[in-house]
């Protein structure tokens, strides 16, 4: 499956927001999107410059802006969609919990890797547990009471490392524990839309789906 490999403050500057693709380094680093708030491109200034901005382009620029925080592509997020909304409940906040509850989420969330790339890459190279047994699929979903753990020959690697000696500077979820010696995690209940700390309009990502 093909990936967007460029620039991931380009991403940043076209969706006119910090999209923390960088993880923690985001926190420390100036973003270009604080030094160019317009979209990259030899038209972006001339974007910026329009006010009328469209019904169907907000929806569009909210279902980008998702689909590249948690690093899905087009095919996983419709499927995702069409997955939820079956379930009980409010179809936007269920899209969201979803995303939030893929094991490479959940790896970034606990500290295990600084962004969700990185998390994506230390569960498909086999260095992930969850409850004993090693996943190598970033899109599986956790559930209340699963343990994510670190393989022990994992946990000296530098990034690792790096990663849980910044993880103080990131607020924690409230729907998961960790133990940052031991380099295990335990899911303890579902998280709700006031739990996910993304700033989106998922409402917007529904009514494009729906079109």
Same mark, same amino acid.
């Given at each position: 499956?093909?990936? $967007? =490999? !460029?620039?991931?403050?380009?991403?940043?500057?076209?969706?006119? =927001?910090?999209? @923390?693709?960088?993880?923690?380094?985001?926190?420390?680093?100036?973003?270009?999107v604080?030094?160019?708030?317009?979209?990259?491109?030899?038209?972006? *200034?001339?974007?910026?410059?329009?006010?009328?901005?469209?019904?169907?382009?907000?929806?569009?620029?909210?279902? *980008?802006?998702?689909?590249?925080?948690?690093?899905?592509?087009?095919?996983?997020?419709?499927? =995702?969609?069409?997955?939820?909304?079956?379930?009980?409940?409010?179809?936007?906040?269920?899209? &969201? +919990?979803?995303? #939030?509850?893929?094991?490479?989420?959940?790896?970034?969330?606990?500290? @295990?890797?600084?962004s969700?790339?990185?998390?994506?890459?230390?569960?498909?190279?086999?260095?992930?547990?969850?409850?004993?047994?090693t996943?190598n699929?970033?899109?599986?979903?956790?559930?209340?009471?699963?343990?994510?753990?670190?393989? #022990?020959?994992?946990?000296?690697?530098?990034? +690792?490392?790096?990663?849980?000696?910044? &993880?103080?500077?990131?607020?924690?979820?409230?729907?998961?524990?960790?133990?940052?010696?031991?380099?295990? !995690?335990?899911? =303890? #209940?579902?998280?709700?839309?006031?739990?996910?700390?993304?700033?989106? *309009?998922?409402? &917007?990502?529904?009514?494009? $789906?729906?079109?």
């Amino acid at each position: 499956m093909s990936r $967007y =490999t !460029g620039p991931a403050c380009k991403l940043c500057r076209r969706e006119s =927001t910090k999209l @923390f693709l960088k993880g923690t380094r985001c926190l420390t680093e100036k973003c270009s999107v604080d030094k160019r708030a317009y979209a990259p491109g030899d038209h972006g *200034q001339a974007t910026a410059r329009r006010r009328k901005v469209s019904e169907y382009a907000k929806q569009l620029r909210e279902k *980008q802006k998702v689909k590249r925080i948690y690093g899905v592509s087009e095919k996983q997020s419709h499927n =995702t969609l069409e997955n939820v909304r079956k379930l009980p409940g409010v179809t936007g906040t269920n899209l &969201l +919990v979803a995303l #939030e509850i893929r094991l490479d989420n959940v790896v970034h969330r606990m500290g @295990f890797a600084a962004s969700r790339k990185a998390a994506r890459q230390l569960v498909r190279h086999r260095h992930i547990e969850v409850n004993g047994r090693t996943v190598n699929v970033p899109s599986f979903s956790v559930r209340p009471s699963d343990e994510v753990r670190l393989r #022990e020959k994992s946990r000296d690697l530098v990034a +690792v490392r790096a990663s849980l000696e910044g &993880l103080a500077r990131v607020a924690p979820v409230p729907w998961m524990t960790v133990d940052t010696e031991k380099a295990v !995690g335990k899911i =303890t #209940e579902m998280p709700t839309r006031d739990t996910i700390p993304i700033a989106a *309009q998922e409402q &917007l990502i529904v009514e494009l $789906y729906s079109k």
